[in-house]
């Protein structure tokens, strides 16, 4: 079983800034991958970054320069400058483990709110 425990959220104007945290615990193996989704109130949720183990990252085109996913062992975070009203959301963090060569396994955070708004 994995916990992954997302903190760092709240309210913030535009233009503002927030670091979102996503600590995991538990049977943690063979990461593939950490990053965030997110989803707003009626609509689909949507990748916002990833961070794959090897160092490459991946961003959603609407926050690519003022998004940075970072990872710290089993910590992953999500650094949002120049945050935007569309960028208000429920967060989600995951993780994605290899369970054998052709399995991979994905446990999901809780979810954590991000509003922007002056």
């Known amino acids: 079983q994995v916990q992954l425990v997302e903190s760092g959220g709240g309210l913030v104007q535009p233009g503002g800034s927030l670091r979102l945290s996503c600590a995991a615990s538990?049977?943690?193996?063979?990461?593939?991958?950490m990053g965030w989704y997110r989803q707003a109130p009626g609509k689909e949720r949507e990748l916002v970054a990833t961070g794959i183990s090897g160092g490459s990252t991946n961003y959603a085109d609407s926050v690519k320069g003022r998004f940075t996913i970072s990872r710290d062992k089993n910590t992953v975070y999500l650094q949002m400058n120049s945050l935007k009203p569309e960028d208000t959301s429920v967060y989600y963090c995951y993780i994605t483990m290899n369970v054998n060569i052709a399995t991979t396994k994905r446990s999901w955070g809780q979810g954590i709110q991000v509003t922007v708004s002056p």
């Open positions: 538990g049977s943690i193996f063979s990461i593939n991958a």
